[in-house]
């Protein structure tokens, strides 16, 4: 595509320009200080969009920080792409680990340094260019909204409610995201899945109060005991998850992603050496990054009860609790977890003691299956920058907005992420490669193409 | 016995008066304040056993507060007794709860209302006046030692020291302590066993760092679940302890005595409600008073790990913590089990985990066999002043300087208590009945006799 490469060799310093100006806004939206830069941020974006080609750009408010949304629409019959990205970023502490001023880009080593370089200004950027090439040399093939928000790293408290208040504006065919990693700087990467969440608080009570552990001990339910029992009951010795009907509606991978996914480099010597462990440990069966890719796990988060202070003192406690969180995979509905663990948990406790299950907190997983058009657009369009195939990556933790953005706006995203393990994201040092940067304004333009040709 | 019924009638008043004398003075061992009143206890207390009687009596410094030690040597050849009580008490808060002064005994309802008045003035002048009378009345059959400490209320840190510094002077066959409780008022109780204790804490160690639940939940060994499974492999069904050799010691007790505990008037109906539980727990055949008394417990009191904040935080913690302890009973060595406990603690941590184990506090138990001489003699004075035999009570408790005067003097001790559960020792409105009171006074005695007929 010479058409790519010309117009990125004439205009690679501007782009880098353009994106320096962003990373100079110190965004940080935990801090409510910065608040103002929040706005700055959202207007830079608005016209950062009209200019790259937008027909329209709006700053929308919330009731939290600001949302900046453009579009340009080429032929309402023709398919939507919605770009998600935002413009907030994590707090710079500790300044004094920091080799460059974090709010200052500096180009090393080939690297931008900078708070922001990669999460998310350097990735949102590569989108706001890659759609301005195509309006510039009349290549877009899609119709392209951008929402871009200001709280992502606070936990997008706000988007899912503004996403509901504007459905019909943010009509599309598929969302795509630039705000994960390439499992190396060889190998493409499309984020599939991300895990659900189910959480919960536990509170096992015994005697109505403290007792003294010499009068009572042996004669009355330690709640402590109890609780260990029931928690160890909860996970048999094949590292299975012991709740009737847990393993339901988990979604089997099928068998050719399986072996993609065994094709990601993974050296299990390092891995351990890096957690300082002797042995992994999971579900028989699955292989380390299946375990956390595309298998539920069942955590006890932390737990407590007893006295805990300093020295040996004795007590038989009236109570002890637990916070505990399983990780789903898709297809598991988070509430009936919920139910499923709480009337099973409740069914193990004897009846020397008493339990209350609390769910504190839940979120569904996701999944982009890899037969879906935009998966297989953004996969040639890798194929064509890398040379070679990315890889399906199920990643075990959870990006709460994805979810809800395919339950309220019905849409699946594509998770198409140019940033390396070595970007330092949310650290001191925080780096992205400007190679990284080039070759994401590359790929975007080819996914367009694949997509329109292909949806 | 009318010398003893006659010489009470005619000074019982003078008997309280002394007692009220006694208990003016605010002893309080835990308030640095009150350090001058513990010399007055003492010097009291040297007062009062020579006017009661005593050759010789002298108040001794500890590196804490004073001992009081007197004597009366009728004639070297005949059997010594050795008393042991404590002249200090414990803090009188809240204030506002007591119906009169704590430090101004007044008498309601035919009992004593103040601090000290059962815990241990009540039940340590009993000892004094009833060996007055012995004297005063010439029936004194034995030698008489009285060791009365300062520092019970706080773990008696230096009375071990004492003993080892003046192991001659306290020479004696057997220790008689009024310290203890009946178990109600009809049933005189003389205390048989006290248990032992063993103190862990234990550390489990998964990953160098606390690790996000999603990336590694799943295939990364989460501590707090690992200890709780370790925990859980400790006691099995039957409620036994499975630490290979734990039992081997194990004093199994006799027909006789169990027969005799199984006297003991319980209600378990009413123990279930006054702690609220639907269900007692413990050691398959063995009753609930077996299980406290005679056998050993294992319980947790106190666990820890990862995040007990409020809220839904998700962590796969890198550490998990317990303080866990052990019962003992008598045979069974605090060390020796120690070191059971971290051998088999240590051998069933999955090597996907470190484990370590601290033993924290030891202590031995205690037990007077009910075929002892001086166990016999309280049996039958009980006998002559209750009308029934009194029942062997083992305490699950630990009373750590009965096994010490066992370990350094090599003396056994009888515990012949004769406060009430309601006398609300350590609480407000503590009392002692008088019934209770003149009764101990009319027992003593006849200990003294049968232990000199027997000894």
């Known amino acids: 595509m010479t058409i790519?490469?010309?117009?990125?060799?004439?205009?690679?310093?501007?782009?880098?320009?353009?994106?320096?100006?962003?990373?100079?806004?110190?965004?940080?939206s935990s801090v409510s200080a910065h608040k103002p830069d929040m706005y700055k941020a959202a207007e830079y974006w608005k016209e950062?969009?009209?200019?790259?080609?937008?027909?329209?750009?709006?700053?929308?408010?919330?009731?939290?920080?600001p949302v900046t949304y453009a579009e340009k629409i080429i032929d309402p019959s023709k398919p939507t792409v919605l770009v998600y990205s935002h413009m907030d970023v994590m707090p710079v502490e500790p300044l004094e680990l920091w080799e460059s001023a974090p709010?200052?880009?500096?180009?090393?080593?080939?690297?931008?340094?900078?708070?922001?370089?990669?999460?998310?200004?350097?990735?949102?950027?590569?989108?706001?260019?890659?759609?301005?090439?195509?309006?510039?040399?009349?290549?877009?093939?899609?119709?392209?909204?951008?929402?871009?928000?200001?709280?992502?790293?606070?936990?997008?408290?706000?988007?899912?409610?503004?996403c509901e208040e504007h459905k019909d504006m943010l009509k599309a065919d598929v969302i795509l995201v630039s705000d994960t990693t390439m499992i190396n700087p060889e190998t493409p990467t499309i984020t599939t899945g991300l895990r659900g969440l189910a959480y919960w608080q536990v509170e096992v009570t015994g005697p109505n109060r403290d007792l003294h552990s010499g009068?009572?001990?042996?004669?009355?339910?330690?709640?402590?005991?109890?609780?260990?029992?029931?928690?160890?009951?909860?996970?048999?010795e094949n590292?299975?998850?012991?709740?009737?009907?847990?393993?339901?509606?988990?979604?089997?991978?099928?068998?050719?992603?399986?072996?993609?996914?065994?094709?990601?480099?993974?050296?299990?010597?390092?891995?351990?050496?890096?957690?300082?462990?002797?042995e992994v440990a999971g579900e028989s069966g699955f292989a380390t990054n299946e375990r956390t890719g595309i298998r539920p796990s069942f955590d006890v988060c932390?737990?407590?009860?007893?006295?805990?202070?300093?020295?040996?003192?004795?007590?038989?406690?009236?109570?002890?609790?637990?916070?505990?969180?399983?990780?789903?995979?898709?297809?598991?509905?988070?509430?009936?977890?919920?139910?499923?663990?709480?009337?099973?948990?409740?069914?193990?406790?004897?009846?020397?003691?008493?339990v209350e299950v609390s769910p504190l907190h839940g979120g569904q997983a996701y999944v982009c299956p890899i037969d879906l058009p935009a998966y297989r657009a953004a996969e040639q369009a890798c194929v064509d920058v890398f040379g070679r195939r990315p890889v399906p990556n199920r990643s075990g933790g959870s990006i709460p907005i994805i979810s809800t953005f395919e339950e309220i706006l019905g849409i699946k995203s594509i998770l198409l992420?140019?940033?390396?393990?070595?970007?330092?994201?949310?650290?001191?040092?925080?780096?992205?490669?400007?190679?990284?940067?080039?070759?994401?304004i590359r790929t975007i333009p080819r996914f367009y193409k694949y997509f329109a040709e292909m949806a």
Chains 1, 2 share one sequence.
């Open 4 to 28: 790519i490469e010309n117009y990125l060799e004439e205009n690679k310093d501007r782009f880098l320009n353009e994106l320096f100006g962003l990373i100079r806004i110190p965004s940080i």
């Open 48 to 65: 950062l969009l009209l200019s790259s080609g937008a027909d329209k750009a709006e700053v929308f408010e919330t009731a939290g920080n």
């Open 103 to 162: 709010f200052e880009p500096e180009v090393r080593d080939g690297k931008i340094f900078a708070r922001g370089a990669d999460d998310d200004k350097g990735q949102g950027m590569m989108h706001a260019k890659a759609f301005e090439l195509m309006v510039k040399t009349n290549t877009l093939p899609c119709n392209v909204k951008f929402m871009i928000e200001g709280e992502e790293e606070i936990g997008s408290p706000n988007l899912g409610q503004w």
């Open 215 to 236: 009068m009572f001990g042996g004669a009355v339910a330690n709640p402590i005991n109890v609780l260990s029992k029931m928690i160890a009951q909860m996970t048999d």
């Open 239 to 278: 590292g299975h998850i012991t709740i009737p009907g847990f393993y339901d509606d988990v979604l089997e991978v099928s068998k050719e992603e399986r072996e993609l996914m065994a094709e990601i480099p993974f050296q299990l010597e390092d891995y351990k050496k890096a957690l300082d462990i002797e």
């Open 302 to 354: 932390g737990i407590w009860g007893g006295y805990t202070g300093e020295g040996a003192k004795t007590v038989l406690p009236s109570k002890a609790y637990a916070k505990i969180s399983s990780r789903l995979v898709p297809n598991q509905d988070h509430e009936k977890i919920a139910e499923l663990f709480k009337q099973h948990f409740e069914s193990i406790a004897p009846n020397t003691v008493k």
């Open 417 to 440: 992420g140019f940033g390396l393990e070595s970007d330092a994201i949310h650290s001191p040092n925080e780096n992205f490669p400007l190679e990284q940067f080039y070759k994401g």
